[in-house]
């Protein structure tokens, strides 16, 4: 990294990509159940964002003949992170495509790449903040929307959980090593062997996390992407308004890992799976080690007490997150 | 800061040291009513820190004849920080005193100086982080104690509030330049001049906040430190404890800076006001625009509702937080 | 009592008949922020209940040159009751009106009366507990809508506060010796004169509070009407929702009388002042002492923590919930 | 009942007596992590309440060579209703011994007898309402002991839910016209036959459920006794509270019957098994037509959502609640 005055780094997660087999279905989900704002729709792309997020959107919504992820994409540090990551990548062998201004409503110069697990990555810096229209703005300076204008309205985006048939051990390292990210906590099968890690750049325990799958379909899938709310007892209203929707869900329940509450929901328009996320610690520890969950120790370590999370053993519906794109605007 | 490799930099508050005139009622206070766990105590300092706390102490209590912070501690972000902080301060004409490894029990080697507020700062990096006894550790193994013990029982420490009869200015410049804290929301009086501010290295929207009081009695006052509560019915959950203590307090309420609930109380024992603090919002932005708040924005950026914070007109006891010492085993 | 097998009884409070000078702003704050539903709307009256309520409606809207209750209803125990109640009002040398079925939507047979007061009361047995259209019933069997589809969601309605300029005594005399509340309790004056008194058929505290204002305009004031919430937080919640739309309140705080969680809000349309209840006692006992609050207790009766409620220094604003009554259909 | 003036009846639930065979174990469970106080202990018998129960007693502890339950007892209307429930029972043919003024500590003179499922019930109206010592009282005038002192620290009793291998509704009728209990919700097997059914002689749901279950040891057997907390959220802290010692327990989840949340866990002393209980809703309505669930709602009925609560296939461990008993001082 000795290219750089300083090597990029990445600030935060930005947002999920999703495209939708039922865009209707998809969109009455996140809008009016979940109760994520829409900051715009250009040519079919929705632009959604919680009420306490201040970027242009943590999601977006666009039509198509597969549910699957076009990309997850993550906010760097400096506007010249961007280009610099893209050094970097490339010197480290990976293909680097380069997102102009514009192409994603509101957003910069980016760039897209895969993970070594072929998860489709984008990481960008310039970002819009649009102040929403009067009657939805918040009284608050500090605050983006108006809270609770509908449905379970999760405060910001939280983090995202990656599957993948490898070794999930590639993909940390390559988090680690190419993305900054620093391993937070970690299960080990009987053998030592590293099954999942949680890593954050952030003081969150976590931003991302990468479960090795074995008899997952590919090497890149989405097991989830999560909001947060700030409140246990809101995963408990939010438990409420799935079941008057009809909406199946697992939880509540508490992790072990990360300490925080859950209910997990799949979009009944694309599938994917959305966490509603509370409580839990944060890391301000510069010198943190990681916490080392033993393969004894996973049920605890999934779920701590509540409707059981993590791998049970039946076979659970992801999202492809990874290849066919053929983005627009891509030089 | 040519002369590093890398600027030094702060990574989380680490501790208040606490002076009290009556250490009996301070140590009821902190210990049954707040709740803290006491690490140990060595030559009748007390070490204490929350349930969710991971560092040896976050407070500490000692018998004085006059209540008073003796200093509050940063944690560097590296081991050698310590020292180009010592290289740095030196170099603007700061006096740095340096403290040897073991002066505070758990801590390793430190520097302590002044704000050019006289405010006594202490940074460290070692820390010790031991484990409880088993009767008292907790369950998992990212938390530190069992939770719920007694009283209160906030996870961790949160913030501190410093208050100055100077030019907040000179304040938050001298954290900003030489410290690295970055502004995220501040108040201006009617000539649009900074009243005060509120900063943080962490994504935290302020690990120490800074407020011009005129008729403060000296420049180095304390206003309050802070610890944290995962939910805002653990706020309420306080009212009732201290009511039923006897122990008066400002709140519940709920700031429009930084979003968070409040209860406000004092320890009958020293008289330091301690803020039981929950929610609120993180910034995880590096191009955060701090939040201006006008002067006659000021009631809501103190008080968005609830039992009124912040400069009401009566005058607020502090506790003085600046000279005065005479450090054993400093160099 | 000889002349009936069984005296008459009060089951329950039913609803409040609020006229409003502003009904469409009325209708917006009961509607969108209270977020109460509309069962129907019939000749202008807009019939509202919470989702949780199961009867017809807890409170009617009606357009009228002048914001006033035009009554408050209780349900009796039984159907023959409220022809017991006519006889046993009569005998006291009340007057009584007979209100035909169907007079106010979904009820039956009633009567109406004033109190030595003169506030406004109607006896029902028969009211109509129609099943939503299928997108708004809930789930579960025993639950009417599905909840938090708007704005603070309240349960169910709870109680009446009435106010007035004449010794409270009388008022509560009577409704002791003709409707069988019983006092729960009570609020007296350095003379042990009672001021206030909280009294209830039911294992609430209070379904009606009884205070004396002697400058109170009128003998029959609404202090205030109030709904239910399940949760503390959920109170926590409604202030932001509030404070969003720029409604000013009072709280959130802590009755020491009933225990209670409240916020106390105007509807901008009418002026009657509502307050959001949570938490609180349930009195199971039959040989209940009433608690008695001397006056030197009343500020810690009326505020136990929180933003003061209560009889404070400045005049409150309150609805006339007397006479001027024509009502159609009256015999 | 033309016997009476007034046909007797029962207030509410007044206390369970636990024999247990490990009273350390039980003790330290009932005290230290649900936290109830001790109000007294006599001849070996510890007499527990909750920090707002009003009367000496909601549970009691005796240590036994056998873990069972030696009653239930339920607090008469009126003082009379001891004698008359005696008389309006003899008639029906029912066993009934008399239990003398202090044979239970605190506790008037009472009546014990069986179901018809033997379960043993004990009536009674005069009991002690105890003040706590200073430094235990409650600050509020209406409240027994301060709250929060140690564990879960639930409120007050709720109910009991008993289980029984013959018809249950053998046990209903005879509760509904024996002793005046509600039907408010029941549950029934495809032929329609009641499986279940939840009653109150209060507003509560049920101030007691009776369960059929065919394979049960006995007739007469407790399910589980309830303890109320005031909000969802601390249904939340006490699951955490119950792993941080190790205790395994059921939920938290949400049931559809009753509407309320819950956490069960099984004393380690005795086996009883405890529900913490919140939320739910209260029945205000003379008129209440009971809720019928059909055999194929009885999933939804019994867990509305969250860790699956009822009658899951494998077989649970209940206490014995009927004969064995050579009560003392009984005539």
């Known amino acids: 990294m000795?290219?750089?005055?300083?090597?990029?780094?990445?600030?935060?997660?930005?947002?999920?990509?999703?495209?939708s087999a039922d865009i209707e279905k998809s969109l009455w989900f996140f809008k009016e159940i979940v109760g994520l704002e829409e900051t715009t729709e250009v040519d079919g792309v929705h632009y959604l964002?919680?009420?306490?997020?201040?970027?242009?959107h943590t999601m977006s919504i666009t039509a198509g003949s597969e549910s699957r992820i076009d990309h997850i994409a993550w906010k760097a540090k400096r506007r010249e992170d961007v280009d610099n990551f893209a050094i970097l990548l490339k010197d480290a062998g990976v293909e680097v495509e380069l997102v102009k201004d514009g192409t994603e409503t509101g957003q910069g110069d980016a760039i897209r790449f895969q993970l070594p697990s072929e998860h489709n990555f984008e990481i960008y810096f310039d970002m819009e903040k649009p102040v929403p229209d009067l009657h939805r703005r918040a009284v608050l300076k500090n605050q983006t929307y108006k809270a609770w204008a509908k449905g379970i309205s999760p405060r910001r985006i939280d983090h995202v959980n990656i599957a993948t048939n490898i070794d999930s051990k590639i993909v940390t390292?390559?988090?680690?090593?190419k993305l900054g990210f620093k391993m937070r906590e970690y299960l080990v099968d009987p053998s030592d062997k590293q099954i999942s890690g949680w890593m954050s750049v952030t003081q969150l325990v976590h931003d991302i996390a990468v479960m090795s799958i074995p008899d997952a379909e590919t090497s890149h899938q989405l097991h989830h992407f999560s909001y947060w709310l700030d409140n246990s007892q809101d995963v408990l209203r939010a438990a409420d308004i799935l079941s008057e929707q009809g909406l199946e869900f697992v939880g509540p329940g508490k992790h072990g890992i990360s300490q925080a509450m859950y209910v997990y929901v799949q979009d009944p328009g694309s599938g994917v799976r959305l966490e509603l996320f509370s409580n839990g610690y944060l890391i301000f520890e510069p010198d943190w080690e990681p916490v080392k969950w033993k393969f004894d120790e996973m049920a605890v370590g999934f779920t701590y007490w509540g409707e059981q999370s993590g791998t049970s053993g039946k076979k659970e519906l992801m999202l492809n997150a990874g290849p066919v794109r053929e983005t627009q605007g891509i030089e």
């Open 2 to 19: 000795e290219k750089f005055d300083q090597a990029p780094e990445i600030a935060k997660l930005g947002h999920v990509a999703l495209i």
């Open 49 to 56: 964002r919680a009420w306490g997020d201040f970027e242009h």
């Open 173 to 177: 390292d390559f988090l680690a090593e």
